[in-house]
């Protein structure tokens, strides 16, 4: 032990602090762990969730999380143990380094953690102190929501792009703003 | 609690499997499946079992989120065929909510997806879960549940724009704000009054105006009429001389208007400027007075020139729109029986003209605005964008990356051109258009007046002059009645949240008739004491301390445990939801704000230096220090060295205009600040978290010093910080989990203990190195 290191009062047992295990704790932590078909296997479980099997490691159910759920959604996947203090089990960098099924049901999941509706039509906007009303059909059916005027509620993820979260924050998108009709587009205008 | 309401169809269905709907303990709509399809569906609570109820997707069916969705959506009867699971308590070990980005997943034993849900039931289905919980683990609630509030205005079923603020915009009453705005007009009764006369007297004179310079110089003075000069008191055929006389008279009333106009203007700035400062003043007031929590849940800077702009534009519309609509209703009304009076024919096709530029007006102006909102919001993204690059300048040097951010601002920068030319556009097209309509008008007006006068039917062209004249000054006032209204509505929301603040009650008051207590021995005890910022997470929990006179308590845990939250009850920057806090035995809730004030005094992980001096800032909290006393507190702080190595020594101004100070040495500051307070209770919160190590030990070394005779509570990550701490509490997600001496926590090895370890090792490997 180094002369250096201070001695805490309460009279510290370096022996029994195990500094070997501390560092590959650590190294541990900071290996990203790519997974694909070859070394997972992806499973369905009852409660409608997944499970995943690495070698010896088991999981009997993990949260699946986008890293980038605007920019590049269909890769790196990470897969996640799904408690409070989440950790990361592994990698997938690409939907396609898995099998078809379990893209499929990896997907399926993403879909609920991500749920978005998307707009497909505007029928009408109103705003009214503080606040702006919308009617609107989504790919899930028509829809009528409030945000707020004064926050963050529109964001632009890119210059076409909208992403509207309503008062609850419930989401909601519009990939293309161009592919509005005109008079949608005036409709929506206070919030280009 | 409340009787549980649901559809009948639903209801009907569990009567048919023996759940009567007296049972029901708390039911919850859920509108989604796991298929993310919007469907209906329940969650249903009874003592024993747990419901799942839920329908095909509708696609037929609208969503309502908030805001439209009035209360009673439990009540709606689709009449779908319900599919259900009925699951018995006793199997279910737990029932949590996973919160997904935008919805909700209720789940059963850590892996069974019970239903989805929108952020719309989020709240209804966390009072579920709440219950849940109740029934496998019987025990009082301690925290309140929480009321259901009314978010819509009960009259209009409009939103409140604010729950906090159950204010309906529009109900609110007008006229009531607008009289308690006028209160503070009151002082300045008589400029305003005079103000009033200048204006009536403006009016008046632009009334006189078109008769001198059509009818009198005209008919009277170009037509040579004999019996106006009789009238003046001029011999027959002078008339230059008459000439003269009125164009002096027009010279003169031209001269007064002009005068009456600066007179109007010295005063209106006189009124204004006051007016708007003794707004400021008690909006300042107001805000000084307000708890700690208002400003966390506001961004402070926003609100400030927010409410200071609200004055501002209340005011400007109490002097520039308020008294116009007097004038202005004077000036039409007159204006009018003058038209109709000299022709009423004219005065008919005049009328109806008129309001046509006003509609083209009032039909074009909006888009204008939407324009400058637009232009607005381009350059605030500019300025936003420029913000960040200075304040990163040095990143953006250190990777080289000046080019990119030129191009980034040259998008936001085109961005903020588009804007601008698109008003530009605009308001040259409503220009012409509102100018065509206007020229139109008085064209026809014209014509026909002519045409009068042509037809020679007693019409003189003078009599013509004067009443175009007349038409001419009839649109200025129409319009500002087109847009009056909404300044109104305007300028009354602005008063209105100047009043919020104005009205606003702290939510930690001083008691009637409080405890003093000049000099207290400095115990403190925490009786079961549970806060939360927000009701349902409760951030300390049932906590239970008593700290002795005299003591040095040390407080350890992660980030986030509730170290800071505990200390910020003790200074009573917000009271506890349960339980009391006592010094030396009184209840801090009854003790006088002066006494408990001086008496405690924080060193927190935010410093914070006021504009001034060094020596300022360092008798922040007790002005009448003496020089030596100043220098003294600055020794102890370790900050005298540093302060004397500045030119300007102990007058260096610093702040946010002066030098700038470093991390540690801003810290050093305020513990001499805290030191020359001499509170008897004193609190550190992560006080030397931002020194060198050299540094705390300096400070340590007046620390110790600076404890002796004090009650003190000090957080520390570093743990070496609590060296001489008398005692040590571990806290951890809101409890009390360990306690004791240095030497005790080290034996529970506990958290502490590992706390402890994992520092002397990461010191060691830094030796190693």
Known sequence: ?192 | MEKVKLPKSVLELLSRHGISSDSLLCACATDMNTNCEYADGYVILTADKLCLLTSPPDPSRVRSFKGYSKKGDLETDYGQNWAFRFLAITELESVKIERQVACGLLIANDGDALAAFSNLHMKNMHQLVRSFDRIKNPQPDFMQEEEEEDEYCPKCGTMYPNRNRKICPKCMERGTIFMRVLRYFKPYRAKLAIMLVCFLGIAALNLVWPYLNGTVLYDHILEKDSAFLAKLGIKDGRFVTALLLIVLTMFFVKLSLQLLLVLQGVFTAQIVTSVVRDLKKDIFGAMGKLSISFYKSRQTGSLMTRVLRDAERVTSFFIDGAPYILIHSFTIISTLIVMFSIRWELAIVACILLPISVVVGMKLRPHLWSLFGRRHRAERSLNSQVNDNLTGARVVKAFGQEQRELTRFSTNNSRMKDAELAIVRFDNKFTFLYSTTQELTSMIVWFIGVALVLSGTNFDLGVLITFVGYVGQLSGPMNFFSHIFHWWSDSINSAQRMFEILDAIPEVQEKENPVAMPSPKGEIVLDHVTFGYEINKPVLKNINLHIKEGEMLGIVGRSGAGKTTLVNLISRMYDPQEGAIYFDGVNVRDLAFHDLRRNVAMVSQETYIFMGTVEQNIAYANPNATKAEIIRAAVLASAHDFILRMPDGYDTIIGSAGRELSGGERQRISIARAILANPKILILDEATASVDTETEKAIQESINYLIKGRTTISIAHRLSTLRDADRLVVIDNGEITEEGTQPELTELRGTYYKLMELQTKALALKGIE
Do not use: W
């Open chain 1, 1 to 192: 032990m180094p002369p250096f290191g201070k001695t805490p009062p309460g009279g510290g047992d370096h022996e029994e602090f195990n500094l070997e295990q501390m560092e590959k704790e650590t190294e541990e932590m900071l290996k990203l762990r790519y997974i694909n078909k070859d070394n997972a296997e992806f499973k369905r479980t009852d409660g409608g969730f997944v499970s995943v099997r690495i070698g010896e490691e088991f999981h009997p159910r993990v949260q699946v999380v986008r890293m980038f759920p605007f920019s590049d959604p269909e890769k790196y996947i990470s897969i996640r143990t799904p408690d409070e203090h989440s950790k990361e089990i592994g990698i997938i960098e690409d939907m396609k380094d898995v099998t078809k099924e379990t893209a499929q049901m990896l997907t399926e999941q993403l879909n609920l953690r991500y749920f978005t509706p998307i707009i497909t039509k505007i029928v009408n906007i109103k705003e009214e102190y503080g606040y702006a009303y919308f009617e609107v059909v989504t790919d899930r059916g028509a829809c009528r929501f409030t945000i707020n005027m004064g926050g963050h509620a529109v964001v632009h993820l890119s210059e076409t792009r909208i992403l509207i979260s309503d008062i609850d924050e419930n989401r909601f998108e519009i990939p293309d703003i161009m592919k509005l009709s005109a008079k949608e587009l005036k409709k929506l205008d206070l919030f280009l």
